[in-house]
Nanobody, 119 residues
Framework: QVQLVESGGGLVQAGGSLRLSCSAS????????MGWFRQAPGKERAFVAS????????RYAESMKGRFTISRDNAKNLMYLQMNSLKPEDTAVYYC????????????WGQGTQVTVSS
């Protein structure tokens, strides 16, 4: 079982950047495919990006392509989400998630980190 902790959220102006981190512990990090999700007020949780266990395959939600970059460092048990050109509609709580089978739903979730983008 893996424990996940997000960090790096905060308040930023539109057009600015933030880098979120997800720290993993309790299990072999490289066993897991990882993902970022977000939940805005009054909305359902939505997929942001994912990365395979090796880092070789990444996927993005359409609205994040070209602005967000997901990466991971298996030696440090860390995953990142670099967010550039932020927009007010990116305001949400961002969650990292892990799964040990790419054909299954994400099994493990962090507690979330708030990102607020002001206009």
């Amino acid at each position: 079982q893996v424990q996940l902790v997000e960090s790096g959220g905060g308040l930023v102006q539109a057009g600015g950047s933030l880098r979120l981190s997800c720290s993993a512990s309790g299990s072999t990090f490289s066993m897991y495919d990882m993902g970022w999700f977000r939940q805005a007020p009054g909305k359902e949780r939505a997929f942001v990006a994912s990365i395979s266990w090796s880092g070789g395959t990444t996927r993005y939600a359409e609205s994040m392509k070209g602005r967000f970059t997901i990466s991971r460092d298996n030696a440090k048990n860390l995953m990142y989400l670099q967010m550039n050109s932020l927009k007010p509609e990116d305001t949400a709580v961002y969650y990292c998630a892990a799964r040990n089978d790419p054909l299954r739903s994400y099994q493990y979730w962090g507690q979330g980190t708030q990102v607020t983008v002001s206009s």
